[in-house]
């Protein structure tokens, strides 16, 4: 079983940056693919950035490809996703998640039905 904790979170104005970071623990952290999701209000969960438990690939959605750098510390435990030029549609509750690979340390999840476990999200509001 394992457990994630966001934080990092905040209210921030367009145009600035923020560090959000997932600490896990309960499990092998460096056999799990991890991934970033955000869900604006009023609105489904959406993809935002993954990463292979070796660290080595890395994925973003589109819409955040050249803002968000999604990386991670297997010695920490951690995954963090930094964020820069933020844009009021940036608003949502970001979430981490964690899905079991195994021997595929190159492998990247971006579907968030692949994921079992999730943390219970950090609130990133971006001011215009």
């Known amino acids: 079983q394992v457990q994630l904790v966001e934080s990092g979170g905040g209210l921030v104005p367009a145009g600035g940056s923020l560090s959000l970071s997932c600490a896990a623990s309960?499990?092998?952290?460096?056999?799990?693919?991890m991934g970033w999701f955000r869900q604006a209000p009023g609105k489904g969960r959406t993809f935002v950035a993954a990463i292979s438990w070796s660290g080595s690939s890395t994925y973003n959605a589109d819409s955040e490809k050249g803002r968000f750098t999604i990386s991670r510390d297997n010695a920490k435990n951690t995954v963090y996703l930094q964020m820069n030029s933020l844009k009021p549609e940036d608003t949502a509750v970001y979430y981490c998640?964690?899905?079991?690979?195994?021997?595929?340390?190159?492998?990247?999840?971006?579907?968030?039905?692949?994921?079992?476990?999730w943390g219970q999200g950090t609130q990133v509001t971006v001011s215009s």
């Open positions: 309960g499990g092998t952290f460096r056999h799990y693919a």
């Open positions: 998640a964690a899905a079991k690979m195994g021997d595929l340390q190159t492998i990247v999840v971006i579907t968030d039905e692949d994921y079992k476990y």
